[in-house]
């Protein structure tokens, strides 16, 4: 089992910069990918990033590439997201997820694990 825990969201002005952190519980971080998902109110959760489990892959969705990276530190249990440039449609809650499916990295439901999320608002 594995118990996520999100932290760095907040308030920040139109092309501030935030870095998220996920702190994973659990014996075995290094064997599950991670993943950000993101969810704004009135919207279906989407996915932003997600990062395979030895580090190795990145995925991004559209709307946030080149503009955030995605990192692990498996010796730590912990997952960032550095996000960039950020716009007001950026503002979301942001969920960390771990997951074992091989592959689907940007598909919710091959994530095992969810945080309670942290909330990102961004004003222009």
């Known amino acids: 089992q594995v118990q996520l825990v999100e932290s760095g969201g907040g308030l920040v002005q139109a092309g501030g910069s935030l870095k998220l952190s996920c702190a994973a519980s659990g014996r075995t971080f290094s064997n599950y990918k991670m993943g950000w998902f993101r969810q704004a109110p009135g919207k279906e959760r989407e996915f932003v990033a997600a990062?395979?489990?030895?580090?190795?892959?990145?995925y991004y969705a559209d709307s946030v590439k080149g503009r955030s990276t995605i990192s692990r530190d498996n010796a730590k249990k912990m997952v960032y997201l550095q996000m960039n440039s950020l716009k007001p449609e950026d503002t979301a809650v942001y969920y960390c997820a771990a997951g074992l499916t091989y592959g689907m990295e940007y598909r919710a439901s091959t994530y095992n694990y969810w945080g309670q999320g942290t909330q990102v608002t961004v004003s222009s």
């Open positions: 990062i395979r489990s030895s580090g190795d892959s990145t």
